[in-house]
């Protein structure tokens, strides 16, 4: 390899610019850059690390509970680079925090929906594995966050999600112009008919890959549009950072009893 070539795996790492040193066990991954402060202003205190592209790292603690938030930008793209990189850096639990749109009436706009597994939509995915390769959320982390949620009062819901690399037409909405892609008029029905819950763009990638890795990864989205009711608002978005926060010093709770009980996975026998 040249020697001016940039090498992926180097220490710090080449997009997330963090090394081993720079983040928690547990990581938030938002997609938007600006969403970084909102989570950390959750917490009990926060340094950034990082800021490099549409990556940006906070580091910090929750109820005395280490933590780090690292956004990933739009898509699964992006978000697997992300996901690539702090696993290289120690990395064990991740959590999507993020907006999504509801294709069920009763998923209102400003609650959370709670992701158990996902509809791989999305390619990046598929660069990794066959495409009947599950992307299911690693259930200690489904019960932290429906854990928290409760204990926080949010209203939530859980459920299968979509992940799609598109926006428009790969969510059933028109294109430029009013265009069409085809199935995209029967995408919202099929989908509901098969009971999924809620349509987002980074999830499937991000549990995929973790599942791959040996990791623990879960998602919870705050709803922004309800596409059965046409209602959309930008609303919940504190309550899903609050959500993941207090989930992620759940976990850390719950791996100290599995560390006392002498067993390696948390179940419904334990307590926190």
């Known amino acids: ?45 926060g340094e950034e690390r ?35 990189e702090l696993a290289r850096v120690g990395v064990d639990t991740l959590i999507r925090v993020g907006s999504c749109g509801s294709i069920r009436e009763e998923a209102s706009v400003g609650d959370l929906v709670i992701t158990t597994g996902a509809v791989r939509q999305e390619g990046t995915s598929e660069e990794y594995v066959r495409e009947d390769y599950p992307a299911s959320a690693d259930y200690e982390v489904v019960s932290a966050l429906v854990a928290a ?29 009013g265009f069409s892609a085809a199935g995209s008029d029967d995408l919202v029905s099929d989908l509901r008919e098969a009971n999924v819950t809620n349509i987002e763009m980074e999830a499937s990638a991000i549990l995929t890959l973790a599942s791959i890795y040996g990791l623990r990864a879960g998602a919870v989205c705050s709803v922004y549009a309800n596409r059965e009711t046409g209602e959309f608002r930008t609303e919940g978005e504190l309550r899903a950072a ?27 026998g334990l307590s926190v």
């Open 149 to 177: 949620a409760e204990r926080l009062g949010y209203d939530y819901h859980t459920g299968i999600t979509m992940s799609a690399d598109s926006f428009y037409p790969g969510q059933g909405r028109p294109g430029f112009e």
């Open 50 to 84: 990082a800021h490099h592209r549409e990556y940006r790292t906070v580091t910090g603690s929750h109820e005395g509970t280490p933590i780090s938030v690292t956004s990933t930008g739009i898509g699964s793209p992006s978000a697997a680079i992300a996901v690539e």
């Open 242 to 268: 609050e959500t993941a926060s207090l989930a992620v010093t759940l976990l850390a709770r719950m791996d100290e009893v599995k560390r006392e009980a002498g067993v390696d996975r948390w179940h419904a």
């Open 1 to 45: 390899m040249p020697g001016d070539s940039e090498d992926p795996n180097a220490e710090v790492q080449y997009h997330l610019e963090v090394g081993p040193e720079d983040v928690a066990d547990s990581v938030l991954l938002p997609g938007n850059p600006e969403r970084v402060e909102k989570i950390a202003g959750c917490w009990d205190n």
